[in-house]
């Protein structure tokens, strides 16, 4: 099956800097590669997904790179602000199953 | 659009009785719901996928006679937590996709168990 592994486990960086979050897959056959924010006792938020099909995509601040060679996928977050910070998962399926997710990276934007 | 509600969003019982859980997409309908177990400070964990008038399909580990999983219409599913034990206390998690939705799962706002 699927495995996720997601790096680092945590972040902290300065209010308006770059912010980089890794993860890598093992499934060939997972084509759906989505990201998700997730504040203390709340649903997972998704903020941006990439497909298999597309090597990045963009949305304002948020960048997601995905390089099928290597089975590795990126979250870029720039300018960060003191709102971004909560726990990030990626995550990984074949189409809308087989979910599987890394294990969260604590982001701490300091003011 | 696409809004996933659970209820309860928090439940107390006491250890060996049952607990039931809804989930239900309001303005669409979820061919495929999924439901997740995330421990304090660790990540989602898929327990079970159902598509509407089907089996579940537990993950392994997952004891299907412990937690019950029904998708009766594509709208509901209910996941039931069987003769509950403290170490059941967990954040569970469902979410719900369409054939529209492309892959992305709708999640709804969790229900936090805690056996005692």
């Known amino acids: 099956g699927e495995n996720v592994e997601q790096h680092p486990s945590t972040l902290s960086v300065q209010e308006g800097d770059s912010a980089v979050i890794k993860c890598t897959y093992s499934?060939?056959?997972?084509?759906?590669f989505p990201w998700y924010k997730q504040e203390l006792g709340k649903r997972p938020q998704l903020i941006i997904d990439?497909?298999?099909?597309?090597g990045e995509k963009k949305d304002q601040r948020i960048a997601v790179t995905l390089n099928k060679t290597a089975k590795h996928f990126s979250l870029h977050i720039t300018e960060t602000q003191p709102e971004d910070s909560a726990v990030y998962f990626c995550?990984?399926?074949?189409?809308?199953?087989?979910?599987?997710f890394g294990a969260g990276t604590r982001l701490t934007v300091k003011p | 659009g696409a809004v996933v509600s659970q209820h309860p969003s928090w439940v107390i019982c006491k250890s060996g009785t049952s607990v039931k859980i809804e989930c239900r997409s309001l303005?669409?309908?979820?061919?495929?719901m999924f439901w997740y177990r995330q421990f304090p400070k660790q990540s989602l964990m898929l327990m079970a996928t159902?598509?509407?008038?089907?089996?579940?399909?537990?993950e392994q580990g997952v004891e299907k006679d412990k937690f019950l999983i029904n998708h009766a219409s594509l709208t509901l599913s209910t996941l039931t937590v069987t003769s509950a034990h403290p170490e059941d206390s967990s954040f569970y998690i469902c979410?719900?996709?369409?054939?529209?939705?492309?892959?992305?799962?709708?999640f709804g706002p969790g229900t936090r168990l805690t056996v005692l």
């Open positions: 990439i497909r298999s099909n597309v």
């Open positions: 995550a990984a399926s074949r189409g809308a199953y087989d979910m599987r």
């Open positions: 979410s719900a996709s369409s054939f529209a939705s492309y892959n992305e799962q709708f």
């Open positions: 499934d060939s056959a997972s084509n759906y």
């Open positions: 303005d669409f309908q979820a061919t495929t």
């Open positions: 159902s598509n509407e008038g089907s089996k579940a399909t537990y």
